[in-house]
């Protein structure tokens, strides 16, 4: 979900490594960490509550079983924002275990307070790189369902290639899906909606749930924000997409 663009930096980022013979090479990275100024709420849940519900970077994949002590349905969250919505949907929907990646601070501390404030205990954030979580810490086959709510649009078609719904990022989120499980996605551009489909249309790997071969109504499971609310009122439109990993 976007955050406050007031800082907002390229959510492409060339980072350096070293490869096996020494060299230098460029990795790119889906996001800018952005620490953000923290309210004294948003600091103390990163002191006192990060430790019981975030999980910290790894290059192995976690064992979320393990991690919330229990089986049961698993859905990892790309770019929760504030978490509001993240937040939500763990609070009504408690059977299930809900994991959530954001790179803007203040939002994962937010998302700690909802957590606290619904005493909610099937959540787990992340304040890390996107891609890096989904190459090293997150079991192939692991995931029921995989979001990506409202990402930065990059309007402008020379930034189109930032965007991060692309053809090999899907291939990734694809692996890590149990058969039949779902990736799903929203935004409120009508563009990015367009480019969504024709990056997923395409694979093979996908099936589209849409009884129309585009979008879907709103699923229940996604709350209704604000945000959409306001953007309603004004006309704005919102697309669903809900692709079935096959």
Sequence with gaps: MRSDPVSEKSNVEADVEFNEEGKRVRKIKSFVLREGRLTKGQQRAMDELFPKLGLEFQREPYDLNAVF?????KVLEIGFGMGKSLAEQANCERGKDFVGIEVHKPGVGACLLLAEEYGINNIRVIHHDAVEIIDYAIADHSLDKIQIFFPDPW????????RIVQTEFCQKLHKKLKPGGVLHL???????????????????EYENLSETGDYVPRPDSRPLTKFEQRGHRLGHGVWDLQFKAI
């Design 186 to 204: 929203a935004t409120d551009w009508a563009n990015y909606a367009e480019h969504m489909l024709e990056v997923l249309a395409p694979m093979s």
């Design 69 to 73: 002590e229990r089986e049961s349905d």
């Design 155 to 162: 309007h402008k078609k020379k930034h189109h290639k930032r």
